[in-house]
């Protein structure tokens, strides 16, 4: 599995619930684009529209080799591939207020894209600082764990 690009910025904006994998439509100049890895998933979003899922600003350069200026547009939406019962279950639990879903990362697995994606609910500015202060303390514990682990094993 190779990683092309990560949502790092969803990670900290959102609280994840349910992850999925996705296929990717991609025309052929964007998959060569994507192995180049010449795309950004911020500020990109999944929406339903008439029982399909679509990937809304996400943006995939242009391919660097290509001569054609007739390529396509960079932040079209892209529809992913999923399956029946998947899209079912995405569009109950979105329907809940205040959730949505995000892309995570795009990679790939056997030569084919896939997305990562995950059912999603924003977080409020106290519940980002908490985990950041949890973040910070565990790091902290750690570092003090393999110091003292340290110490007891040079005076043996």
Do not use: W
């Not at 190779?2 to 990717?24: C, M, P, S, W």
């Not at 390529?71 to 329907?95: H, M, N």
């Not at 795009?106 to 894209?113: E, M, Q």
């Amino acid at each position: 599995m190779t990683v092309v690009a990560t949502n790092r910025e969803a990670r900290h904006k959102y609280e994840l619930f349910d992850q999925y994998e996705a296929g990717i439509a991609l025309k052929g100049a964007e998959v060569k684009s994507l192995r180049e890895g010449r795309i950004n998933l911020k500020d990109s979003f999944v929406r339903i529209v008439r029982g399909e899922a679509f990937l809304f600003n996400c943006h995939v350069s242009p391919y660097s080799h290509i001569q054609d200026i007739r390529t396509a547009d960079p932040t079209r939406q892209r529809k992913l591939l999923l399956k029946r019962d998947e899209i079912d279950r995405l569009s109950g639990q979105v329907s809940a207020k205040g959730r949505t879903i995000v892309p995570l990362s795009i990679y790939f697995k056997k030569g084919l894209a896939k997305v990562e994606i995950a059912v999603a609910r924003g977080k409020m500015e106290f519940d980002k600082r908490e985990t950041l202060r949890r973040r910070i303390a565990d790091r902290e514990a750690a570092r003090a764990i393999k110091s003292s682990s340290r110490i007891r094993g040079k005076k043996r």
